[in-house]
């Protein structure tokens, strides 16, 4: 237990360096499937406008909500111009912006799909940002609010990063296993495996996380999660842990 405590950071808003890794090879996945995820968000604002035609009759407010998040989104993902003060995609300076951007339509379309949308992406930069106590809270406001939408947005794993973050790896695992018991195929699965896993060995259970890189092994070869999931299983017995 003493090697799992040594890798736990004591500072607020730091990651552990296994979430940083895993965070990696995450990103190296997302890379791979940016058209398809490109669908995915396109979808979610499809679904909204389709949303807003549906109620048209009820007036006018639905429509201008639809406009409010796009535009949001559209600044949130757009590049900043080079060299400008917020050229590096994840700068401080943007993700401020992106959060008072969110948190106006959130307030302005009040319990509305869209506000709880902009909601639950102001939440993740505010993770990106560190600050996970204010991320977990909104989240956990917009699974008061429409706990069907906070599923079909993926909620519980960002949640389930903010508690990792903060170190409570038991209410981690709690809310990964909702995603993968409800909805979680091919991929994403693999993912919440991984997150799994790196949550077991922080806990300090590495049979657990063990069998769970063989099944990832397994289920996902030739994948980087596969990859990922051999190099630590080999490591979990060298007598030198850190370099996870």
């Not at 111009?81 to 379309?109: M, Y």
């Not at 973050?165 to 981690?172: E, L, M, W």
Request: negative net charge.
């Amino acid at each position: 237990m003493s090697d799992v405590r040594k890798r736990r950071s004591k500072k607020a808003g730091i990651l552990p360096r296994e979430i940083i890794a895993d965070e990696r090879t995450f990103r190296s996945w997302l890379s791979d499937h940016q058209t398809q995820l490109g669908y995915g968000f396109g979808a979610i604002i499809l679904i909204l406008v389709i949303i807003g035609g549906f109620l048209w009759t009820q007036g006018r407010n639905v429509r201008a909500a639809n406009e409010d998040l796009a535009a949001a989104l559209r600044f949130h993902w757009t590049p900043a111009q080079a060299g400008s003060p917020e050229e590096a995609p994840r700068d401080s300076i943007k993700l401020e912006q992106a959060i008072g951007r969110f948190q106006d339509v959130a307030q302005r379309h009040e319990n509305s799909p869209q506000g709880l949308t902009a909601s639950y992406y102001q939440a993740g930069v505010l993770f990106d940002l560190g600050r996970y106590p204010e991320a977990a809270s909104l989240l956990e406001n917009v699974r008061g609010a429409d706990e069907a939408l906070f599923f079909h947005l993926n909620g519980p794993l960002l949640l389930a990063r903010c508690q990792e973050a903060q170190g409570d790896y038991g209410k981690a695992v709690e809310s990964l296993n909702e995603v993968k018991e409800r909805s979680a195929r091919d991929d994403l699965e693999a993912l919440l495996l991984m997150d799994i896993a790196r949550c077991s060995r922080l806990m300090g259970d590495n049979d657990r996380a063990i069998a769970l890189y063989i099944e990832l092994e397994e289920r996902f070869p030739d994948t980087v999660f596969a990859h990922r999931a051999g190099k630590i299983r080999a490591s979990l017995g060298a007598a030198d842990r850190e370099e996870l």
